[in-house]
């Protein structure tokens, strides 16, 4: 009993120290912001959108462990309404705007959120059938 305790323990992943998240984060926005003025002007691209592109690479070719990521993205999404004050203070001084093409905005906020569920839906359906047909791999969920 004691011998499958101790396996258990060496199993269970430890996570990070915080400074050493905060130091994973802090690179990738460094490479993002290196790599966000590669592309064309006409097509410009945000240093924090490479930045989870980036992330999301790195976490699913196991280069980084989620475990080494996981508290400090935790205490990022618990602050997110706070870093999104700005912006309404901003949206509220901008109500002029809002009372001259408050329908149009509305229209095309609820037209774009539609076609991202549906593409997104439509890619993922993709993949699951590229992983089930090309690779013969089991497609269920594990929990």
Request: glycine share 2%; proline share 6%.
């Amino acid at each position: 009993m004691a011998e499958k305790n101790d396996v258990s323990q060496k199993t269970e992943a430890k996570p990070a120290p915080i400074l050493i998240q905060m130091g994973i984060f802090a690179a990738v926005l460094f490479i993002s912001s290196l790599i966000s003025p590669l592309f064309p002007v006409s097509f410009p691209v945000p240093t924090p959108v490479i930045g989870l592109v980036l992330l999301y690479l790195l976490l699913t070719l196991h280069i980084v462990k989620v475990e080494w990521v996981e508290q400090f993205a935790n205490l990022m999404i618990s602050l997110i309404a706070f870093l999104f004050v700005p912006s309404g203070i901003q949206l509220t001084a901008s109500l002029n705007i809002m009372k001259a093409q408050g329908i149009q905005l509305v229209a095309v906020i609820v037209i774009s959120t539609v076609i991202l569920l549906v593409v997104v839906s439509l890619v993922t359906t993709f993949f699951i059938k590229i992983k089930k047909d090309v690779f013969h791999s089991n497609v269920d969920i594990d929990e």
